[in-house]
């Protein structure tokens, strides 16, 4: 059955529901993820419908995982050795921390999307988006302006400014992932919360 016009919707409207940016959305329909059709005129629009369970899904993670007070630390890597290392790694470092995963940059969107992650840690070589696409559209959407971004990759300094550079304000670490490093970041943030916290107190 055809959906009517007025149930179809532009991405621009998408990316508002959502609290995204439109490239986000663009690159769910590519992959199936928002169901998209072409109006009469030739222009794609989205099916509210889809955008809706999307929003549904999303809702319904948020309320199951969702701690108070925890600080949400979001990994992106598709080897599962390196997965494994950074759970057992952060897993130390007390309960303040709540761990969330994903296997591949697309996955790592979705994600960021759903939790609002605190801090992302992102392998830049992956599967259907890579980390340095992954970073470009969190950086470019205001949403997630105080979302602390952190990419780790094998590739040297050279392969990243190939692949266009990364913003200023991207930590950039290489394999293996320097984790005391990376949890002196952490803690800082932390402490940063827990001050403001007493404060308003």
């Not at 790592?108 to 070589?125: F, Y």
Request: charge should be negative; hydrophobic fraction near 45%.
């Amino acid at each position: 059955m055809t959906k009517k016009l007025n149930e179809l919707i532009t991405t621009t409207d998408a990316a508002k529901l959502l609290g995204v940016a439109r490239r986000s959305v663009q690159l769910w329909m590519e992959k199936g993820v928002l169901r998209a059709m072409k109006t009469p005129g030739g222009h794609r629009r989205i099916t509210r419908e889809s955008v809706e369970a999307l929003l549904k899904e999303w809702n319904a993670v948020m309320e199951s995982e969702t701690v108070p007070d925890q600080l949400t630390l979001l990994i992106v890597e598709d080897d599962p050795v390196f997965l494994e290392f950074y759970r057992g790694n952060v897993t130390e470092w007390g309960d303040d921390i709540r761990i969330i995963t994903a296997e591949s940059g697309f996955e790592g969107l979705l994600r960021i999307g759903q939790q609002k992650p605190d801090i992302v840690i992102a392998d830049l070589k992956m599967p259907m988006m890579d980390g340095v696409e992954l970073i470009r559209c969190v950086k470019a959407n205001q949403d997630f302006s105080a979302t602390l971004m952190i990419a780790v990759t094998a590739m040297d300094d050279h392969e990243i400014r190939k692949r266009g550079g990364l913003p200023e304000d991207v930590f950039i670490f290489h394999k293996p992932p320097p984790m005391d490093q990376i949890r002196e970041i952490v803690e800082e943030i932390l402490q940063a919360r827990r001050q403001s916290t007493m404060a308003v107190v």
